[in-house]
């Protein structure tokens, strides 16, 4: 079956670099996503990784090992409104290609 | 703002209830995704319409039900509700109906069963 796990909790400082792992277990692969989710608020998406390598979105970049099955999330110079529930989401066969989320890793920043 | 509206905000009610959510996806989007989310817990997808036809089911449980109309709203039915399905209860849209398709979340229904 499918699978994905990511760290619950990660803090940080301000100003400073965090990643946040994934590592997921599904049948034909077909992207890693993440998405941001302050609290009370509705998931917003961030990145989408098909293919190995980084991508890069301003203060943002994902990473994707297929041959690992592995992704990161790095956000870097850390806000205080980077405090949120990262979702890393899969899409693979054995969900009918529907993305399958992991229970998420709450960043916590501190000044 | 996503282009994703939802309504209701709140919503509370007894045990063995029927209430009805509903969504409006973003303008051009064909496919409307239903997902819960208890508390401090990830999302569950539900269920996935495109273009009015049930395109794929999550874990939906059988006292739930959905449907898209015409004009592509959905609407999600859930019935003889127990105090586990208090969550909040989101829609999300997108163009296609899988493969790279980002994902458009409402701002949610926060229900509760009391």
């Known amino acids: 079956g499918q699978s994905l796990e990511q760290p619950s909790e990660v803090t940080a400082v301000e100003g400073a670099i965090v990643q946040i792992n994934c590592t997921y277990q599904t049948s034909g692969f077909y992207g890693l996503s993440w998405y941001q989710q302050h609290d009370g608020g509705a998931p917003t998406f961030l990145s989408y990784n098909a293919l190995d390598g980084l991508e890069e979105t301003g203060r943002f970049s994902s990473f994707l090992s297929r041959s690992d099955s592995y992704g990161y999330l790095l956000l870097q110079e850390l806000q205080m409104k980077d405090s949120a529930s990262y979702f890393c989401?899969?899409?693979?066969?054995?969900?009918?290609?529907?993305?399958?989320w992991g229970a998420g890793t709450k960043l916590i920043i501190k000044p | 703002d996503s282009g994703v509206t939802q309504t209701p905000k709140h919503l509370i009610t007894a045990t063995g209830q029927r209430v009805t959510l509903r969504c409006s996806p973003r303008s051009g989007d064909l496919s409307v995704y239903w997902y819960q989310q208890s508390l401090d817990q990830g999302l569950q997808f539900l269920i996935q319409?495109?273009?009015?036809?049930?395109?794929a089911k999550g874990n939906i449980l059988e006292r739930f039900s959905a449907q898209q109309f015409p004009d592509l709203h959905s609407e999600l039915n859930l019935s003889s509700l127990e105090l586990g399905d208090s969550a909040l209860y989101f829609c999300?849209?997108?163009?296609?109906?899988?493969?790279?398709?980002?994902?458009?979340f409402g701002p949610g229904t926060r229900l509760t069963v009391l």
């Open positions: 989401a899969v899409r693979g066969m054995d969900s009918n290609y529907q993305l399958i």
């Open positions: 319409y495109y273009n009015g036809e049930e395109r």
């Open positions: 999300a849209s997108s163009v296609g109906h899988g493969g790279t398709d980002t994902q458009y």
